[in-house]
């Protein structure tokens, strides 16, 4: 059956290919006013989503909604506890895009440690000067402290590891045997982590479990040269806190992706400092990944569709619900 699947916010165009190829009538959102929106979800059996909100008020505007498929990894913006409760499927793509945020985490090392930006500055400004006033940090036996070692955290260190850095992990798991697995020395608390590390690097995702994991105390506890690069959720850090911290020169930088709110506001206090780099949440945007991550995406969303099992199922409550329906319905 031709199933309208709503497309909230642009993707690769191979990923809406797809669920044309499966017969679907695939329809690009015209807006994300809500209004406009609750119209045009109206009929939809499958909802895609990057980081607009899908909350339960949109559910509801949707009767016959089946599956939410999030373009990515993280899945804070959809309220899943309402999916759950309504008995949608909510599927990601997780893996899809760690490569490429992999790089970004890595690329805003680089930025920070090369002084790219005034760099790039002074060589246009052609006034001769910098050179001489400028102390670059070299990285190789730098302590690179990954915090989380799911797909992407595994992704930064291993990267991290071929360019000579030494990598610490922390996870919320003791003894985790993903870490010791590839290799890497895990340590046990946090706080001892972001005593030694030269470069913070965090992997988590959002949500009230992660809220300012890294608040002023934990800023505190790193070195006054360390970086702290986030390309996870603006939500993990406390970022008021970091932006005094980086003001008063606590600690070396801070390379971000991402950010509590999003766009990041004009008014943000990080837009007038020099010690940190900021990118518009696009380190999952390289080419290949957002190819990826678009087809990954609409494979889940046909197998839903179809009635087979999701292989990104977030909440598998809501398939062992549907089963159970569609038995009792089948008997009754
Ligand atoms: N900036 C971007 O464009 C971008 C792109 C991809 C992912 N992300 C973010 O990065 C996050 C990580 O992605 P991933 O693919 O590595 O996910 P993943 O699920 O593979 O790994 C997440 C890791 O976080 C740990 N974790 C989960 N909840 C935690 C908690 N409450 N406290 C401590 N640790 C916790 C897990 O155990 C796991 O090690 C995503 O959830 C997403 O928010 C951002
Ligand atoms: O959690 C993720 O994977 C990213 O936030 C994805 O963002 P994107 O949909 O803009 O690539």
Not at 246 to 273: C, T, Y
Request: with cysteine; net charge neutral; charged share 20%.
């Amino acid at each position: 059956m031709a199933s309208l699947c709503l497309i909230l916010q642009r993707i690769h165009d191979d990923g809406p290919a797809l669920l044309r190829a499966a017969g679907h009538d695939s329809r690009l959102s015209r807006s994300l006013e809500r209004e406009a929106l609750a119209g045009e979800i109206a009929g939809a059996r499958a909802v895609l989503t990057r980081d607009a909100r899908v909350d339960a008020a949109l559910m509801d505007a949707a009767p016959g909604l089946e599956v939410i498929g999030v373009h990515g990894a993280g899945v804070d913006n959809v309220d899943l506890a309402a999916a759950t409760a309504r008995g949608i499927l909510v599927v990601n793509t997780p893996g899809a895009n760690a490569r490429s945020v992999a790089e970004h985490a890595l690329a805003l090392v680089f930025h920070l440690a090369k002084s790219l930006g005034p760099g790039d500055r002074a060589a246009r400004a052609s006034d001769g000067t910098f050179k001489y006033r400028s102390a670059l940090t070299e990285l190789e036996c730098a302590i690179f402290g990954v915090v989380g070692f799911g797909a992407i955290g595994a992704a930064t260190a291993r990267l991290a590891r071929a360019l000579g850095m030494e990598v610490v992990v922390w996870t919320r798991r003791p003894a985790d045997p993903a870490v010791a697995a590839a290799g890497f020395p895990q340590i046990a608390a946090l706080d001892d982590l972001l005593g030694v590390a030269d470069i913070v690097s965090l992997h988590l995702p959002g949500g009230e479990g992660t809220r300012h994991l890294i608040g002023a105390a934990q800023i505190a506890r790193m070195k006054p040269s360390a970086l702290l690069i986030n390309t996870a959720r603006g939500t993990v850090v406390d970022e008021a806190a970091l932006a005094v911290a980086l003001r008063e020169g606590r600690i070396g930088g801070a390379g971000l992706d991402v950010f509590e709110v999003e766009p990041l506001p004009p008014a943000s206090p990080l837009i007038g400092l020099d010690n940190v780099v900021l990118t518009p949440h696009v380190s999952g945007s390289t080419q290949a990944a957002l190819k990826r991550t678009a087809t990954v995406l609409a494979g889940e969303v046909i197998a839903a569709l179809a009635g087979r099992r999701p292989t990104h199922l977030v909440n598998p409550q809501a398939w062992t619900a549907r089963r159970i329906g569609a038995r009792s319905e089948a008997g009754a």
